[in-house]
């Protein structure tokens, strides 16, 4: 059992270079959550799908994009990459909208922004 | 302003002894509060919960305490084991549902 997958595991982008990152789980989850954490820093909810078909705006959503593609889906993209969004991205899914269900995160993608 | 506030970045224990974590909220609103443990290279997992109504939860080796009146929690792990070495994030329900609020996170570093 995969869990949830992220996909790659690094990359390094020039900025204002674009890329999505892609997230997969296999747990039939309706809710999956895009988070980044920086050095020092808890994680922070970029995006979330409460369920397929929806999304919306998390914390810090500015300069990214998401689609959700099926339910097992969840991609993040950078259409112009800056060196502030140098950090670690994390994938997250659970059964449901609610913070009363564990959250079941990836193994994440470093991302670098020269 | 942070709302979930983990004080010290990192804390040393020998093996078998007790490791006391700590975390404080600023949002009397919270009703819901979890622990996640992380290891490098790796994802957040789930280690244990606490809901608003009680003042304890117990899990194993683990136990939450929760202090409304001085908005305060804290994760004990009883006897520690060097496997117990990670970062530990404190995560407060943040509202909206499904939003948790994460905090800097404590590294414990458990010696044998």
């Known amino acids: 059992n995969a869990g949830v997958t992220q996909t790659p595991k690094f990359q390094v982008l020039k900025t204002g270079q674009s890329m999505t990152l892609q997230c997969a789980q296999d747990m039939n989850h309706n809710s999956m959550y895009w988070y980044r954490q920086d050095p020092g820093m808890g994680l922070r909810l970029i995006y979330y799908?409460?369920?397929?078909?929806?999304?919306d705006k998390g914390e810090v959503p500015n300069g990214y994009n998401v689609s959700r593609l099926n339910k097992r889906e969840f991609s993040l993209r950078l259409e112009s990459a800056a060196p502030s969004q140098t950090s670690v991205y994390f994938c997250?899914?659970?059964?449901?909208?609610?913070?009363?269900?564990?959250?079941?995160f990836g193994p994440g993608t470093r991302l670098t922004v020269l | 302003d942070q709302q979930v506030k983990q004080n010290s970045p990192s804390l040393s224990v020998q093996e078998g002894r007790i490791s006391i974590l700590n975390c404080d909220y600023t949002n009397s609103m919270f009703d819901y509060f979890l622990w996640y443990k992380k290891y490098p290279a790796e994802g957040p997992t789930f280690l244990i919960s606490?809901?608003?109504?009680?003042d304890k939860n117990e899990d194993g080796r683990f136990t939450v305490f929760l202090n409304k009146s001085a908005k305060h929690l804290s994760l004990h792990i009883v006897p520690s084991q060097p496997g117990d070495s990670a970062v530990y994030f404190c995560?407060?329900?943040?509202?909206?549902?499904?939003?948790?609020?994460f905090g800097k996170g404590t590294k414990l570093s458990v010696k044998p």
């Open positions: 606490i809901s608003s109504i009680k």
């Open positions: 997250a899914s659970s059964t449901d909208w609610s913070s009363y269900n564990e959250q079941f």
């Open positions: 995560a407060a329900d943040g509202g909206s549902q499904g939003n948790l609020i």
């Open positions: 799908s409460a369920s397929e078909g929806t999304t």
